[in-house]
């Protein structure tokens, strides 16, 4: 028996790879499906079954393409409808993999047609469990999201998660080993460990949600307190898990191409394609296509995206770092932005060759920003962090406008005041003034280093520290 989960850092997400014999499953697998193929291949084992725990609301599954590529069967736990060929598995229906069974659990409350899969060995001893997003280490997933496809409240699916849990989950044996598919910095929970297993024994000791007195009416509670809206590409890629989606390698062709800067310029003026430069923020500011948008490859990339570019179906086109075009395309059809439509060959440089116009994004370090407070001038610093960030500690005096609100906020600032704008490091600094950079305002300074080169120069007034987990 081999288990293997492959995650994915950037989603903070889970899949997993199991093999007995020659036989293999493959759990919740990300767009791109080659890796797995060719682990399969590497073994000389076959996959057998694509098994899907719910619906996913964060990212895209590969399981349409795996199966199409593979043979493998698609397997849903019950109450699923889907656009394409998979079986819909009963409760307590079980899978042979090789010498290992698999069985679905139903556990509806994070979504209907949630189903954990439990594994047990040669021996008929339960060893595994791959819980979906019905349990986290250390949390449990978030009864929200499926309101509208259930009819239901979120308090009505707490109160059905809270039963599958202490029904299907908690009467498991202590020593199943949990393998969930998130972890912390995944949106759908809110107290996920940065551990990605567990034995089931130990969270019953340390999750919350699974205290042994814990009434229903507390769980539910405290299930659904301090839930921040989900993203609003979330239905979209539950529409798209749902009802299929276009081919990876499509996509994968259709967003590589490559573009002249004349091309490129062509296609921007004809399409109404968002220009999403890719780079380090620090280097973005010094030069970049004029109203092009900085979202980083090497932070939370496709979660930014998603919640920042409404349209699933919004054109982009792409300037990245040379050779990490493919990477780019991949990260964005992970949540479901199939529609990039090339990128800008040889980058900046290229552009700036061919003589065309760059525009840039005035920075400062925290001590050059001290040096302006001091001297009494009046100075509007802006802090783009969460309002849970800026409510634990923060420059007395600084507004709160976090990112994740910039379309619904922009409203609030005028274009004629110098604004100095700053988050945690810097990586979401860069994405909000971009942003407004594109929609005309040119009065923004960011702050090199952001809160914590702020904190670290000790020439700030800043507030008391307060502990998050204290906040209502």
């Not at 098994?51 to 199409?68: C, K, M, P, Q, Y």
């Not at 220009?275 to 620090?282: I, Y």
């Not at 109203?291 to 409404?310: H, M």
Request: with cysteine.
């Amino acid at each position: 028996m081999h288990i293997e989960q492959i995650y994915t850092g950037c989603l903070a997400q889970g899949a997993y790879y199991i093999q007995s014999e020659n036989e293999v499953a493959i759990v919740d697998p990300l767009r791109e499906v080659e890796p797995y193929i060719a682990k399969a291949k590497a073994a000389g084992a076959t996959i057998k079954y694509v098994f899907e725990t719910h619906f996913h609301a964060d990212f895209v599954s590969g399981h349409i393409d795996l199966a199409r590529e593979t043979g493998a069967q698609i397997v849903y736990g019950p109450n699923a409808v889907t656009g394409f060929e998979a079986h819909i598995a009963k409760d307590n229906e079980t899978f042979k993999v090789g010498k290992l069974t698999i069985k679905v659990l139903h556990t509806p409350g994070h979504t209907m047609e949630s189903a954990c899969y439990l594994l047990s060995d040669e021996f008929g001893k339960e060893t595994a469990l791959f819980s979906g997003d019905t349990l986290f280490i250390g949390d449990v997933g978030r009864p929200d999201l499926a309101q509208k496809a259930s009819g239901l409240t979120q308090e009505g699916l707490a109160g059905i998660l809270f039963d599958s849990l202490r029904t299907r989950i908690l009467t498991l044996p202590d020593d199943v080993i949990i393998y969930p598919a998130h972890g912390a910095g995944s949106a759908c929970g809110k107290n996920m460990s940065k551990e990605t297993t567990d034995t089931l024994g130990n969270q019953k000791k340390y999750n919350y949600a699974l205290r042994p007195n814990m009434t229903r009416e507390e769980f539910i509670t405290e299930v659904t307190r301090g839930l921040t809206a989900p993203p609003v590409y979330f239905p979209l890629n539950v529409k798209m898990n749902r009802e299929g989606y276009e081919s990876f390698e499509k996509v994968l062709s259709q967003g590589t191409q490559p573009l002249t800067p004349d091309a490129f310029e062509a296609a921007a003026n004809s399409t109404g394609a968002i220009l999403l430069d890719t780079r380090d923020p620090l280097v973005f500011a010094k030069a970049f296509v004029p109203n092009s948008i900085n979202i980083g490859i090497d932070g939370s990339f496709a979660p930014w995206v998603g919640a920042l570019v409404p349209d699933i179906n919004q054109q982009i086109l792409l300037i990245t770092e040379d050779g990490r075009e493919e990477e780019v395309v991949t990260r964005l059809a992970r949540v479901g932005y199939d529609h990039a439509i090339g990128y800008l060959k040889g980058g900046i440089a290229a552009w700036q060759a061919a003589g065309n116009e760059t525009d840039s994004i005035v920075s400062l370090t925290a001590d050059e920003l001290a040096d302006k407070v001091s001297n009494h001038s009046p100075v509007k610093i802006l802090d783009v962090r969460k309002a849970p960030e800026y409510y634990a500690e923060h420059i007395l005096d600084a507004e709160n406008l976090p990112l994740d609100d910039i379309n619904s906020n922009m409203a609030r600032l005028d274009k004629n005041e110098t604004y100095y704008v700053h988050c945690a490091g810097g990586y979401r600094s860069m994405i909000f003034n971009s942003m407004l950079r594109a929609r005309g305002f040119t009065n923004l300074v960011d702050v090199q280093g952001g809160f914590k080169a702020i904190k670290d120069s000790g020439r700030f007034n800043i507030s008391a520290y307060v502990c998050p987990s204290t906040m209502p």
